[in-house]
T-cell receptor, first 112, second 114 residues
Framework: DAEITQSPRHKITETGRQVTLACHQT?????MFWYRQDLGHGLRLIHY???????NKGEVSDGYSVSRSNTEDLPLTLESAASSQTSVYFC???????????FGPGTRLTVL | AQSVTQLGSHVSVSEGALVLLRCNYS??????LFWYVQYPNQGLQLLLK??????LVKGINGFEAEFKKSETSFHLTKPSAHMSDAAEYFC????????????FGSGTKLNVKP
């Protein structure tokens, strides 16, 4: 079955360190997204991509970057982790035109 | 850009009672409206989706949602709550100009009392 996997599922890091969260999907979807989930804020879009070499900023992109070198992967990098980036991060993908988004299981990141 | 408002961050109902979770979106009808459910420590799963056509949309697990254009609402209902319905529910809409971009509400946690 097609799926989206995220790794690691849990990560603890220190302020100032660079962190990369992996996302891999086997749906063969063109569209991929990164969201963060915080209490009281729901899901907020960090970055998204509509295809290889395409990346776009979402509403909370400061301090994050992504790259899309193939269809399956969209890694999210925190350039210099800050305590405000402690959150649960969800990767998602969708097929163009269907409007249905499929979510990964999430990565819980703690920045100390 | 679209915005999504979910009224009530926490809703508590008794088992067997009606479930009503409210969702309003900003003006201009978006192409797609959704409800997603999130069980503890899991990602979001699609409950139901509205595109165009019938205003009453049926989803999984007995949930349904009614699209009301005049009220810019897409409320989620279930006639009889079950303990297994306890979860967090998110309303989502697609961007009016780009229906491959989505906006989510802040979520409503549903508690079901025995």
């Amino acid at each position: 079955d097609a799926e989206i996997t995220q790794s690691p599922r849990h990560k603890i890091t220190e302020t100032g360190r660079q962190v990369t969260l992996a996302c891999h999907q086997t749906w063969n979807h063109n569209n991929m997204f990164w969201y963060r989930q915080d209490l009281g804020h729901g899901l907020r879009l960090i970055h998204y991509s509509y295809g290889v070499q395409d990346t776009n900023k979402g509403e909370v992109s400061d301090g994050y970057s992504v790259s899309r070198s193939n269809t399956e992967d969209l890694p999210l990098t925190l350039e210099s982790a800050a305590s405000s980036q402690t959150s649960v991060y969800f990767c998602a993908s969708s097929e163009s035109g269907t409007g249905i988004v499929y979510f990964g299981p999430g990565t819980r990141l703690t920045v100390l | 850009a679209q915005s999504v408002t979910q009224l009530g961050s926490h809703v508590s109902v008794s088992e067997g009672a009606l479930v009503l979770l409210r969702c309003n979106y900003s003006s201009s009808v978006p192409p797609y409206l959704f409800w997603y459910v999130q069980y503890p420590n899991q990602g979001l799963q699609l409950l139901l989706k509205y595109t165009t056509g019938a205003t009453l949309v049926k989803g999984i697990n007995g949930f349904e949602a009614e699209f009301k254009k005049s009220e810019t609402s897409f409320h989620l209902t279930k006639p009889s709550a079950h303990m297994s319905d306890a979860a967090e529910y998110f309303c989502a809409v697609s961007d009016g100009d780009n229906f491959n971009k989505f906006y989510f509400g802040s979520g409503t946690k549903l508690n079901v009392k025995p």
